[in-house]
């Protein structure tokens, strides 16, 4: 019996401090792991809307052959294949490039 008390007091007088020190001692912290910064904001620049874009000599007016070579020059991409014709289809690639859909046909 003496050995079993004796026995209960050295647990108890090991075992208090451990359970006490284990309470008191912080668990050891993890340094945070450096997150990657955003990436920046892509600002893209307005540019100013140019009223005259036919106005290729910049003298504020535009001519008849500026506004010749300004249709001529849409028609150019619009005529895909290059044959000198504009085609519905040519037309609605067209119109989907620049609008984002290509306009209804007009009802006759």
Do not use: C, Y
């Amino acid at each position: 019996m003496k050995a079993a008390i004796r026995a209960v007091l050295m647990l108890a007088i090991v075992a208090v401090p451990v359970v006490i020190w284990a309470q008191t001692t912080q668990a050891p912290v993890t340094p945070p792991v450096a997150a990657t910064p955003p990436a920046p904001p892509v600002i893209v620049e307005a540019r100013p809307v140019d009223p005259l874009p036919l106005d290729l000599d910049g003298d504020g007016v535009v001519t008849a052959d500026e506004h010749a070579a300004g249709a001529r020059s849409l028609f150019e991409h619009m005529d895909l294949n290059h044959d000198n014709r504009v085609t519905r289809e040519e037309m609605a690639t067209f119109q989907r490039q620049l609008l984002g859909a290509a306009l209804p046909p007009r009802a006759p």
